[in-house]
């Protein structure tokens, strides 16, 4: 059974600092690329952060680069997001992702290509 769980959400101020945490079960250890995403209420998904299998490979969503980065401890079956200075715009519900890749190199930034999600974490930047 493959699974996936967030944690690490909260609210937070602007500016502030938040790391979201995703434990993966180990099935999913080799081979699987992973994601975040991020939906606000009203909104569509939309992709944060990925990683490929190998974790050689990472890719952002331009709203977000240079504030968040995405890694991953191989060690305790965990992927995290760290996230640095905050903005409103930031709230949704974050979610991690994962696909079956076997590619070294490919990150994945459509959401339809994602077999496998958690439930998801609240994050709220307030103003």
């Known amino acids: 059974q493959v699974t996936l769980e967030e944690s690490g959400g909260g609210l937070v101020q602007a500016g502030d600092s938040l790391r979201l945490s995703c434990a993966y079960s180990?099935?999913?250890?080799?081979?699987?690329?992973m994601g975040w995403f991020r939906q606000a209420p009203g909104k569509e998904r939309e992709f944060v952060a990925g990683?490929?299998?190998?974790?050689?490979?990472?890719a952002y969503a331009d709203s977000v680069k240079g504030r968040f980065i995405i890694s991953k401890e191989n060690s305790k079956y965990m992927v995290y997001l760290q996230m640095n200075r905050l903005k409103p715009e930031d709230t949704g519900v974050y979610y991690c992702?994962?696909?079956?890749?076997?590619?070294?190199?490919?990150?994945?930034?459509?959401?339809?290509?994602?077999?496998?999600w958690g439930q998801g974490t609240q994050v709220t930047v307030a103003s």
């Open positions: 180990v099935r999913i250890h080799s081979s699987y690329a």
């Open positions: 990683m490929s299998w190998s974790g050689r490979s990472t």
């Open positions: 992702a994962a696909k079956n890749s076997g590619d070294y190199y490919l990150t994945y930034r459509e959401r339809t290509e994602y077999e496998y």
